[in-house]
């Protein structure tokens, strides 16, 4: 006897679109990097720009939730279920660190920016950007192309972590102030831990490449 409607959409639901919703989560950081970047230029009303980075990162909460919520309800997965958990995981990361990095500037009532955070945050603004078309592509199934975005993000990191080593030897050289050597510190070492974890989300995706290629 053939099942109803109602019975074929009990046991067999509709595969839910995975990649839609990491496009928007990639997106959602590139958002939060691109604010960051426009309170680097300016660096006026610290604390309004950070609340509206805040929001972004709890959107970005919400669509992480919605993604594990998903994995929990699905016997269907385009690609292995624990690839897109550390997909999702990494993603996540990188948007609590781009949050942190502005809550430190805000909490330790920094009133202008170092020429050396303006160039990390420039940069981890291009790598996500680059994590967003990487996984565009993840969803065309154009794995060359995943693979050159990878490279790109490792590029990108390496850069970043170079910026990192000169910004804190110019931290000694330049600042006199102690405390604000410290508060720097921190916040160097939050954007460059951002990008240590745009390198995560390079390596998940080539790990879903070199499955599914």
Same mark, same amino acid.
């Given at each position: 006897m053939l099942l109803n409607n109602k019975t074929d959409m009990k046991f067999f639901p509709k595969e839910i679109d995975f990649f839609e919703i990491f496009d928007r989560a990639a997106l959602n950081v590139t958002k939060a990097a691109t604010l960051l970047v426009s309170l680097m230029e300016n660096f006026d009303n610290v604390d309004a720009r950070a609340k509206e980075i805040y929001e972004v990162e709890q959107d970005g909460d919400m669509l992480t939730? =919605?993604?594990?919520?998903?994995?929990?309800?699905?016997?269907? !997965?385009?690609?292995d279920r624990e690839d897109l958990h550390a997909l999702a995981s990494s993603l996540d990361d990188v948007l =609590?660190?781009?949050?942190?990095?502005v809550d430190r500037l805000s909490v330790f009532k920094i009133t202008e920016p170092t020429k050396e /955070?303006? @160039?990390m945050s420039k940069d981890l603004l @291009? !790598? /996500? #950007? %680059?994590? $967003?078309? @990487?996984? $565009?592509?993840?969803?065309e199934k154009n794995y060359s192309y995943v693979q050159e975005?990878?490279?790109?993000?490792?590029?990108?990191?390496?850069r970043i972590d170079r910026a990192f080593r000169d910004a804190l030897g110019a931290l000694f050289d330049d600042m006199k102030d102690p405390i604000l050597i410290i508060k720097w510190k921190e916040i160097y070492e939050h954007l460059e831990d951002a990008s240590d974890k745009?390198? =995560? %989300? @390079?390596? %998940?995706? #080539?790990a879903i490449v070199l499955k599914h290629a």
């Amino acid at each position: 006897m053939l099942l109803n409607n109602k019975t074929d959409m009990k046991f067999f639901p509709k595969e839910i679109d995975f990649f839609e919703i990491f496009d928007r989560a990639a997106l959602n950081v590139t958002k939060a990097a691109t604010l960051l970047v426009s309170l680097m230029e300016n660096f006026d009303n610290v604390d309004a720009r950070a609340k509206e980075i805040y929001e972004v990162e709890q959107d970005g909460d919400m669509l992480t939730h =919605d993604i594990m919520k998903k994995l929990n309800k699905t016997f269907i !997965t385009p690609i292995d279920r624990e690839d897109l958990h550390a997909l999702a995981s990494s993603l996540d990361d990188v948007l =609590d660190l781009i949050w942190a990095s502005v809550d430190r500037l805000s909490v330790f009532k920094i009133t202008e920016p170092t020429k050396e /955070a303006l @160039a990390m945050s420039k940069d981890l603004l @291009a !790598t /996500a #950007e %680059v994590i $967003h078309k @990487a996984i $565009h592509k993840l969803k065309e199934k154009n794995y060359s192309y995943v693979q050159e975005y990878c490279i790109e993000i490792n590029r990108l990191e390496n850069r970043i972590d170079r910026a990192f080593r000169d910004a804190l030897g110019a931290l000694f050289d330049d600042m006199k102030d102690p405390i604000l050597i410290i508060k720097w510190k921190e916040i160097y070492e939050h954007l460059e831990d951002a990008s240590d974890k745009c390198e =995560d %989300v @390079a390596n %998940v995706l #080539e790990a879903i490449v070199l499955k599914h290629a």
